[in-house]
Structures are given as structure tokens and as C-alpha cells.
């Protein structure tokens, strides 16, 4: 047969997205724009979130009482909600990010000095079981009792928390990590620990603990929305999300939004940040991603 006679090749079909990449690239944009949102609060605050005023308190975003001043209308002391959660959503995020930047950076030297010393490894691991032990919020009042409320005692009490964790991730792959040939080689050529450990060791086991970074940052989240919650967190009039919620459920019922609309962010946050914790470990892991 001719190749003008021959038949055409049916036209290949475009792979199509799976349900979940379309959903972690969703909640990448609103992650995106709840980071950008913090970032650019003080220019996009409508008003000053921390200014009162008598009239109109306790004014909803909705019906005939609304006020087109205020989109999302105001709290118990007149104050822009749209103002406070902008700033609220800001401070949060300072928060997670100090704990885990903490916690993660002591984790890490901690899991890397158990993997590759065997004599601290017994030490190290039965330490971090300890702290392990005892819960984020218990360590919380404990560090509220000590610092008093307030940010920086919920930044302590779950970087130390976080640590850990952080450390027993580090440890488990940095120990996969240092049976490979290259590490073999390199300590047979005689490199020293520091080069080992940073050019070598550390540098393989990145894409793990930065896929459960992502995954804790969401529930340093949570966590610390539910210290402030019990009134361990930013003092009033501060704007934090977990204190925003706390100071509104006593308006739960006339007032719904005071308390609805900073947990409504809180949740965002925390989706946004499991869903793409799972996304990376699905690409970065390579049993996952052949599957």
C-alpha cells in the first residue's frame, strides 16, 4: 500500500488533569491570595482595624442595616472586620511561620546529628520522645504561665513542639540516605563530617521534611487559633484570627459573623496547606508518582 493510501494515526488525546492536580493547583491560587491578602494588608485595609467607633457596632454585611462602608460589616466595638481579618490573617501566618522556621531548622540539625552519629542517636530520639509526650496545647499554658499570653509564648511552645517531629522525619530519611554508595564513597575518600552532612546527607533528605513542613504548618495553624482561642494569644486589641473567633462567640447568636468569618480563614489556611503538603509529596516521591 502506498503511503497515500495508508491510513492517518488517530490524533492523540491530550492528557487530562487528574480531579486532585486540579485541586492542588486550586488551592495554590488561594493560598496564593491569602499570602498576598497578609502581605499587602495594610494597603488594602479599607479602614484603620484597630480604630472604634460608637455607631455602627455590630453591623452586619447583609440587609437593610448594612452599611456599604463596612463590606463585612463591623464587631462589637465598631471596628471593620474587613480591616481586622486582613491584619488577623497577617499576624497568623507570622506565627505558623515562626514556629515552623523555628522548630524546622532545630529538627533538621537534630535528625541529621542522630542519623549520623549512632552514639547520639539513643539520646537524641529518647529527648524528642519526651517532648513528643506532652501535647501543643498543654505546653502552650505551660509557656503562657512562664511568658505570659501572648504570641511570642504560642511561637515557643509549638516550635518546640514541632521540633520532634521534624527531627524524627529528618533522622528516618537522612538514615536512607547515608546507606547509598556516594556517602560509603565519600566517607571512604576521607571527607569530613561537615562536608558529609551538608553537601551530601542533608541535601537528599530536603524534599521530605519540606513536604511535612507543609503538611505541620497547617496544623500550627489550627493550633495556635486554638491557643488564642482560650485567650493565650495575641492580647486584645491586637488582630489575630483564633482571638477574633474568641471574641465573637459571645455574639454567636445576633452576631454571627464576628466569630464565622475569621474561622472561615482559619480553615482556608489549614485546606489549603494539607492539600498542597499531600500535592508535593505525591510529585516529590517517586513510588507515588509511578503509581
Known amino acids: 500500500m502506498s503511503a497515500a493510501l495508508a491510513p492517518e494515526a488517530p490524533p492523540r488525546a491530550r492528557p ?25 494588608a495594610p494597603l488594602l485595609a479599607p479602614l484603620d482595624p484597630y480604630e472604634t467607633t ?37 499576624l497568623t501566618l507570622l506565627i505558623g511561620l515562626a514556629s515552623i522556621a523555628i522548630g524546622g531548622v532545630v529538627g533538621i540539625a537534630v535528625g541529621l546529628l542522630a542519623a549520623f552519629y549512632s552514639r ?46 521534624i527531627a524524627r522525619v529528618t533522622r528516618g530519611s537522612a538514615c536512607t540516605v547515608m546507606s547509598q554508595d ?32 507543609t503538611i505541620r504548618f497547617g496544623q500550627v495553624i489550627l493550633v495556635a487559633a486554638a491557643l488564642s482561642f482560650l485567650g ?23 452576631a454571627p459573623w464576628i466569630a464565622t468569618l475569621p474561622c472561615i480563614v482559619i480553615v482556608a489556611i489549614v485546606l489549603a496547606a494539607n492539600v498542597l503538603g499531600d500535592a508535593l509529596r505525591d510529585r516529590l516521591d517517586p513510588r507515588l508518582r509511578n503509581a
Open 232 to 254: 493565650l494569644g495575641a492580647r486584645p486589641p491586637a488582630a489575630e484570627l483564633g482571638t477574633m473567633a474568641s471574641q465573637g462567640r459571645d455574639a454567636l447568636f445576633f
Open 182 to 213: 556516594y556517602v560509603v564513597a565519600g566517607r571512604s575518600l576521607g571527607l569530613r563530617d561537615w562536608d558529609l552532612l551538608t553537601r551530601y546527607v542533608a541535601l537528599n533528605c530536603l524534599s521530605a521534611v519540606f513536604v511535612f513542613l
Open 120 to 165: 547520639l542517636d539513643g539520646v537524641l530520639m529518647r529527648l524528642a520522645d519526651i517532648v513528643l509526650s506532652f501535647p501543643s496545647i498543654l505546653l502552650g499554658l505551660a509557656f503562657a504561665a512562664v511568658m505570659g499570653p501572648g504570641a511570642p509564648a504560642i511561637v515557643t511552645a509549638l516550635a518546640i513542639a514541632t521540633i520532634p517531629e
Open 54 to 90: 460608637p455607631q455602627p457596632f455590630l453591623s452586619p454585611f447583609w440587609g437593610e442595616t448594612a452599611n456599604a462602608a463596612y463590606p463585612l460589616g463591623t464587631d462589637g466595638q465598631g471596628r471593620d472586620m474587613l480591616s481586622r481579618l486582613l491584619y488577623g490573617t497577617r
Open 16 to 40: 487530562r488533569k487528574a480531579p486532585r492536580d486540579v485541586l492542588a493547583i486550586a488551592m495554590a491560587v488561594l493560598f496564593g491570595l491569602i499570602v498576598l491578602a497578609a502581605v499587602f
